[in-house]
């Protein structure tokens, strides 16, 4: 599968000039070009000088398929989170909003523009700690549907896998997106099945995780 996704990032890669307008897929209507599976000039250049050649021409590779599974997951999960009234909550977002403030948030005060300067960041925050927390609650509401192994990273992020995996499945299903490269949509399922972040879990030990009451408050302590 290595080959493939390199093949088709070559191929992406070529595409971005040429033909760069033509839809490779549809999500909830919207088309994505091959030239939205583009790094951007910037990120090109920092990946170039960050990483070593092997690991930039790994990167390159993973880039298509990475960026296609971004662009269609997002709108569908958040879909399901406007369903499913998954949003972060003011109350959820309090104790990582505490914790923020006791670890550092109030650098700011100290700074040039004072009380704007804090506001800002805590702006940033707040949709940096909604993001953990929803990935945290859709997880959840996934997994006890679909089951599966669960992916988590240092932050607190969660990814159900598998549980992931099956609902795209049934959104293609029921017509929600397509991909109209076959190599690309290979490359997709490829990229949306294998584990993520710092972790993997079990089944047994994402249901233990899942089922604790302080769940969404564990990275927290």
Same mark, same amino acid.
């Given at each position: ?5 390199? /093949?088709?990032? $070559? @191929?992406? #890669? ?5 033909? *760069? &307008?033509?839809?490779? !897929? ?80 109030? /650098?700011?005060? $100290? @700074?040039? #523009? ?5 506001? *800002? &960041?805590?702006?940033? !925050? ?84 899942? @089922? ?8 927290? &302590?």
């Amino acid at each position: 599968m290595k080959f493939t996704i390199a /093949a088709v990032a $070559a @191929s992406v #890669g070529l595409c971005c000039v040429v033909d *760069a &307008e033509e839809p490779i !897929a549809v999500v909830l209507s919207r088309e994505i070009c091959r030239a939205d599976l583009c790094p951007s000039e910037r990120e090109t250049v920092w990946r170039k000088a960050d990483l070593s050649p092997n690991e930039y021409e790994e990167w390159q590779a993973a880039y298509p398929a990475e960026k296609l599974a971004a662009l269609i997951k997002g709108p569908l999960l958040e879909k399901y989170k406007q369903e499913k009234g998954l949003a972060a909550t003011e109350a959820e977002l309090a104790p990582y909003l505490k914790k923020w403030r006791h670890s550092g948030g109030k /650098a700011a005060e $100290a @700074s040039p #523009g004072g009380a704007e300067s804090k506001k *800002a &960041e805590r702006v940033v !925050a707040k949709k940096f700690f909604a993001s953990i927390v929803e990935s945290r609650k859709i997880g959840k509401s996934l997994f006890e549907k679909y089951g599966g192994r669960v992916s988590i990273s240092s932050f607190g992020f969660v990814v159900p896998i598998d549980a992931e995996t099956r609902f795209l499945r049934e959104k293609m299903k029921e017509g929600a997106f397509s991909i109209l490269d076959g190599q690309m949509e290979k490359a997709f399922w490829a990229h949306v099945s294998k584990p993520w972040g710092d972790g993997t879990l079990t089944e047994e030990r994402a249901k233990e995780m899942f @089922s604790s009451p302080d769940y969404l408050l564990q990275l927290t &302590e």
